[in-house]
């Protein structure tokens, strides 16, 4: 969601060094990445709120190697739209899709993470899949 590496690094220091201080009240060993990643979220909208008007995502993708320069062209212009259509959804439909398509979770995990219903999950992740498709499918 941060786009500037050395940001991105200070505030990986700072959810780090929280856990040290946290750690006693981490009951379990396999809860620490769901609170690693909810510590994360909540400092990266503290910094952007603080220093932003407009919130600023960026995803990483990882392209196949190509010899066909012109293929690689188009997956740069496809990446582009896309993260230009993804940055128009709303917040919390972009964070679902986000988790589901490109981090793999499941609705449960989803849902457990950020701590809402199921259901709402699935109408996020179908609200936001609606308008990337809506403004991807004339391109496509």
Known sequence: MINQKELAEDLTQ??????NHHKEN?????????????TARNE??????????A?????DYELQSSNDIANDFENDELIE???RELNKVADEQREVFILREYSGMS????ADL?????DVVKSRLYMARQQLLKK???FI
């Open 107 to 110: 609705y449960k995990e989803i």
């Open 81 to 83: 739209l896309m993260n």
């Open 114 to 118: 950020l701590e809402i219903n199921v």
């Open 136 to 138: 991807l499918s004339k």
């Open 14 to 19: 700072t959810v780090f060094i929280k856990l």
């Open 55 to 59: 919130k600023v995502v960026a995803l």
């Open 44 to 53: 990266v909208y503290q910094h952007l709120r603080k220093n932003y008007s």
């Open 26 to 38: 981490i009951n379990e060993e396999n809860k620490i990445p769901a609170w690693l990643y909810k």
